[in-house]
């Protein structure tokens, strides 16, 4: 079992940052990988970012690469999601996801937390 709470989320201008936190709990945090996934009003859930176990792999849906980064904190057991030069077209509910990272290719788990808004909007 996965605890996933996420945190940071807010109202921006386009333009502006934020970071997202997603603090876990119930298993070694250091034996899975995690993942950011969003979901927009009507529209289906989609992948943002992931990172491997040990921090050292990433990847990235196009639309955010270079403007976001994920990272992990294993001792805080906390991955973290930066935000930056956001678009109105970011407007969504972040979620973070514990799974698998392999060759480049992250797999979800039933694992989610609970969701994080956030809003770009002038």
């Known amino acids: 079992q996965v605890q996933l709470v996420e945190s940071g989320g807010g109202l921006v201008q386009p333009g502006g940052s934020l970071r997202l936190s997603c603090a876990a709990s119930?298993?070694?945090?250091?034996?899975?990988?995690m993942g950011w996934f969003r979901q927009a009003p009507g529209k289906a859930r989609e992948f943002v970012a992931a990172i491997s176990r040990s921090g050292i792999s990433t990847s990235y849906t196009d639309s955010v690469k270079g403007r976001f980064t994920i990272s992990r904190d294993n001792a805080k057991n906390t991955v973290y999601l930066q935000m930056n030069s956001l678009k109105p077209e970011d407007t969504a509910v972040y979620y973070c996801?514990?799974?698998?990272?392999?060759?480049?290719?992250?797999?979800?788990?039933?694992?989610w937390g609970q969701g994080t808004q956030v809003t770009v909007s002038s």
């Open positions: 996801n514990s799974g698998s990272y392999y060759g480049g290719s992250y797999s979800e788990s039933n694992y």
């Open positions: 119930g298993r070694t945090f250091s034996t899975y990988a």
